[in-house]
């Protein structure tokens, strides 16, 4: 029984210390010898047909994997569940969240239970040895059960974390667009926030000073590629092209000595097509944020 024991505990490693009947029948250990494990106090069971080592903490990764593996096959992690294994929109231990093909059934009282047609459609991934929905199918499911802000800062994660581009999240909405879908708005009214800007900001604080710009009633340009004098080209983060303003999102490595050298000499080539040039660094990010919003909006609209 000890070649059987040790496949086993193969399995429990990368399953949260849990094992089905039937994956424990793969490696020869039949539903009398599960129980005689449990019985010599080695074992316990957990749920109808999974068992695990006796005390291990029921953590809420370990609640998560159990509901899974009580699930119909093919079911997956899901919503805030999948959120919080993939680091983003601030949550932290929610209570687990999976999604189950149409037409089946799964109640627990410790468990959210969502059924999808479409769950062939999500991208797969495991973390924590947990099967979960993948970061594009994460913006589809979250907006259904989160609030405005706590998606967008999820968003926010998606990108910064996880490198989903905006050209994939619109693919993702229009591939799982249906009347009526959970989710869709939330990930449709997000692409149309950004649209006309080109596409969401690089990195995660430039995406801050864009939403706030965007909240202000002010339409930036994200990434705006700008030819200068000599033929020289430089990348703006956010353009107001008909006031001839240039936002610099600036994050602490730009103070370092390469990144300083760089920065003027793009602000001069700048400045010297005419360009005002408003830096937002991250040390003084609230305070300079304020002041470049100010200066947009006072701003006359130039006649190009």
């Known amino acids: 029984m000890s070649e059987e024991l040790a496949a086993a505990a193969a399995v429990l490693a990368r399953q949260q210390s849990l094992i089905k009947t039937s994956q424990a029948e793969a490696v020869d250990l039949n539903r009398k010898r599960c129980q005689r494990l449990v019985d010599r106090g080695l074992w316990e069971r957990l749920d109808v047909g999974v068992y695990g080592p006796v005390g291990v903490p029921m953590t809420w990764r370990r609640w998560l994997m159990l509901g ?10 899901s919503h805030r569940s999948c959120a919080a294994l993939l680091g983003v ?7 687990p969240e999976i999604t189950i093909p149409r037409g089946s059934t799964l109640r627990r009282p410790w468990l959210i239970v969502h059924e999808s047609t479409d769950l062939e459609l999500a991208d797969r991934r495991r973390v924590d040895g947990i099967p979960i929905t993948g970061p594009r199918r994460l913006a589809m499911d979250l907006g259904c059960v989160v609030s405005a802000d706590r998606y967008r800062q ?13 050209d994939v999240l619109l693919r993702t909405y229009l591939r799982h667009k249906r009347s009526g879908r959970n989710g869709g708005a ?21 995406q801050l000073a864009l939403d706030a710009f965007l909240d202000a009633g002010l339409q930036p340009t ?30 602490s490595q730009h103070e370092e000595k390469p990144a300083t050298v760089a920065d003027a000499v793009r602000t001069a080539a700048l400045e010297a097509a005419g360009w005002t040039v408003v830096v937002i660094r991250s040390k003084t ?3 300079d944020l304020v002041r470049a919003i100010a200066t947009v909006r006072s701003a006359s609209v130039v006649a190009l």
């Open 68 to 77: 899974v593996l009580l699930a119909p096959d093919g079911s997956l992690g």
């Open 89 to 95: 929109g601030g949550i932290i231990g929610p209570k």
């Open 154 to 166: 999820a968003m926010r994660g998606l990108r910064s974390q996880h490198g989903v581009r905006f």
């Open 186 to 206: 939330a990930l449709r009214d997000w692409l149309d926030r950004y649209v006309d800007t080109g596409g969401v900001a690089e990195s995660e604080l430039e």
């Open 222 to 251: 994200a990434q705006l590629w700008v030819e200068v004098g000599g033929g020289a080209r430089h990348r703006i983060d956010l353009a107001f092209v008909d006031r001839m303003i240039a936002v610099e999102v600036n994050g």
């Open 285 to 287: 990010f609230t305070s």
